[in-house]
């Protein structure tokens, strides 16, 4: 076995404990570059992902280059190096990186370069530019000055995301351009794309960053179109340090905006200007979007965010009444946290809900008050809006697979292991009996029912990626 078969044979085990946006993310034009006894000499396109595989994965790789070959490796040592035939995905900053941050995993810059002075966080309209010569409005480059990275708790399923997110503020255009925010619906992807604003603008407050949703996009671009104002739109969006904006899926359908769109992304991008952009889907899953913008959404790196997880969410919540200055007992904050699983947004309102209840009426919160409170939260009120034929579409969906064949009698690979993944979420979320759940599967006998739900259960707690994949199919199903 050379060193290419060795290195395929080891990507080919990570890939089955990471989710598809990890492992593209940081084993792309990774490669062996030399063997030397007991040591393995891994390239990396840049020095970002040198000390995140060093960080976090060298413990799985070294693990699994003895599990795939005989060779008595103890040690893994990482360099950035670049095969002459490959291009990187992300061009290496100018920078080195030099020491590890504490939170993330990622590289401070080195004590030479500097920023501005303090953590103040700028309210009004982030473009630097005179509001009278700008006919264009964008109303909506407000950031939140709430929204910092400190506000922000990182969990396991925000972790890339965040780091992501840390690096392009600490160095706009050099690191991730662009960086591509993607998850369910009151993750957190707002609060990180207005964190990297704020952080920039604390840095240097006379830098040019505009927040804007997507809507905002489309709508200055119709209203410029009209009024005859293309060059005050053109000098509003390309003139600009760091472009960022919120729900790009909203771009589909729409050619003549996507066209431009198209236009301003190249131009921002060919002068090292960073963009940030989020959306509920990766670029490939957003319907009607041109392929020359998924390209180009690729390019830099695409970053996840997924349901928090038990300890996040009450890191969360712990977070949130201490800002309040707010005592709540742990059990309150043990029952909320379990109560609501879907996003960061539903279980601050349960938080909220049951603060102004208890304040307006001037009582201390009991466990017993809280329940009757939040039972319009639990997941026994979630169950009843899910329907067997709404979570067969949800799964065949994310799997890219039709209703009709994940019906049918074919047992190829690609549609039983969905259809196994449907048999689990029916017995976990909908509480269903082993025949019905043959029934729904287009009359299959209730021991199959039986054989799947054993196991996904027996899976789902030993593989990442796949509890990863249920996060994402449970965020779609609670959330549509």
């Known amino acids: 076995m050379n060193t290419h078969e060795l290195w395929q044979a080891v990507l080919g085990e990570l890939e089955l404990s990471l989710s598809k946006a990890n492992f593209t993310t940081w084993f792309k034009n990774t490669f062996i570059s030399s063997l030397d006894g007991e040591r393995v000499t891994i390239s990396v396109p840049n020095t970002f992902t040198k000390a995140w595989l060093e960080k976090k994965y060298n413990p799985s790789i070294l693990k699994s280059i003895q599990n795939v070959s005989s060779i008595p490796v103890k040690e893994v040592v990482y360099k950035v190096d670049v095969r002459p035939q490959m291009k990187p995905a992300v061009q290496p900053p100018p920078q080195q990186i030099n020491e590890i941050m504490p939170a993330t995993g990622l590289a401070n810059h080195p004590a030479s370069m500097q920023y501005g002075s303090g953590h103040q966080m700028m309210t009004n309209t982030a473009v630097r530019t005179n509001v009278a010569t700008r006919p264009v409005q964008t109303n909506d480059n407000k950031m939140n000055a709430k929204y910092t990275f400190d506000t922000f708790i990182v969990g396991k399923g925000s972790e890339l995301a965040h780091a992501a997110s840390v690096a392009v503020a600490d160095n706009p255009g050099s690191k991730y351009n662009p960086l591509f925010i993607y998850g369910g619906v009151g993750l957190g992807k707002t609060h990180l794309v207005q964190a990297i604003g704020n952080s920039v603008l604390s840095r240097n407050n006379g830098a040019k960053v505009l927040y804007v949703t997507c809507e905002r996009f489309i709508n200055d671009f119709i209203g410029a179109v009209k009024s005859g104002r293309g060059k005050d739109f053109k000098d509003t969006y390309r003139n600009v340090d760091v472009l960022l904006i919120d729900d790009i899926q909203f771009l589909t359908g729409r050619d003549g905006t996507q066209e431009e769109f198209f236009h ?97 009426k001037n009582q201390r919160p009991t466990l017993e008050s809280s329940k009757s409170l939040l039972s319009s939260f639990g997941p026994a009120q979630a169950h009843k809006n899910i329907t067997p034929k709404h979570l067969i579409q949800t799964v065949a969906s994310y799997f890219d697979v039709s209703v009709t064949d994940m019906l049918g009698r074919c047992r190829e690979k690609r549609l039983a292991f969905p259809r196994q993944i449907i048999m689990y979420l029916m017995r976990e979320e909908l509480r269903s009996s082993y025949p019905t759940i043959g029934a729904e599967l287009g009359g299959r006998d209730h021991t199959t029912a039986m054989h799947a739900y054993d196991k996904i259960t027996r899976e789902v707690s030993n593989n990442q990626k796949l509890q990863q994949d249920m996060d994402q199919i449970k965020q779609r199903l609670y959330t549509s």
């Open 264 to 360: 301003t992304f190249n131009a921002l991008h060919q002068t090292n200007k960073q963009v940030v952009l989020t959306s509920d889907r990766p670029p490939k899953q957003i319907p009607a979007l041109e392929q020359r913008l998924i390209s180009r959404f690729e390019w830099g790196m695409m970053a996840d965010i997924s349901s928090p997880d038990f300890e996040t969410r009450m890191a969360i919540l712990e977070t949130k009444c201490k800002e309040r200055n707010y005592d709540l007992d742990a059990s309150i904050i043990n029952f909320i946290a379990d109560a609501v699983q879907s996003n960061v947004r539903e279980l601050e309102g349960a938080l909220n809900k049951i603060i102004a209840y208890h304040q307006f």
